[in-house]
């Protein structure tokens, strides 16, 4: 399974970015896809996490300006981030578990740069 992530860049404080993360060559259905963030010197941390259904859940700390959604259909996870701030910026990651063979697998990262 190869997951690729894009959509980071540099944005102003406040600004908006979106986050995408496809998901290929799976053989087994994928169930929660999730974004994680890892700032650096900082260990990565959970950002916002969305089930083969509709719940999600979010990290305290962007409740309210992130929203993840999904798109079963393309196998795409996505992270739309507003009213970004300068501790936004980190390298985000993209996951994806598949429960029959008991794998998480993660893509690359995409880097987000908040200028302050």
């Known amino acids: 399974v190869q997951l690729q992530a894009s959509g980071g860049g540099l944005v102003q404080t406040g600004g908006s970015l979106r986050l995408s993360c496809a998901a290929s060559g799976n053989k087994y259905t994928i169930s929660a896809m999730s974004w994680y963030r890892q700032a650096p010197g900082k260990q990565r941390e959970l950002v916002a996490g969305?089930?083969?259904?509709?719940?999600?859940i979010y990290a305290d700390s962007v409740k309210g300006r992130f929203t993840i959604s999904r798109d079963k259909a393309k196998n795409t996870v996505y992270l739309q981030m507003n009213s970004l701030k300068p501790e936004d910026t980190a390298v985000y990651y993209c996951?994806?578990?598949?429960?029959?063979?008991?794998?998480?697998?993660w893509g690359q990262g995409t880097k987000v740069t908040v200028s302050s």
């Open positions: 969305i089930t083969s259904g509709t719940r999600s």
């Open positions: 996951n994806a578990e598949i429960p029959a063979i008991a794998t998480i697998y």
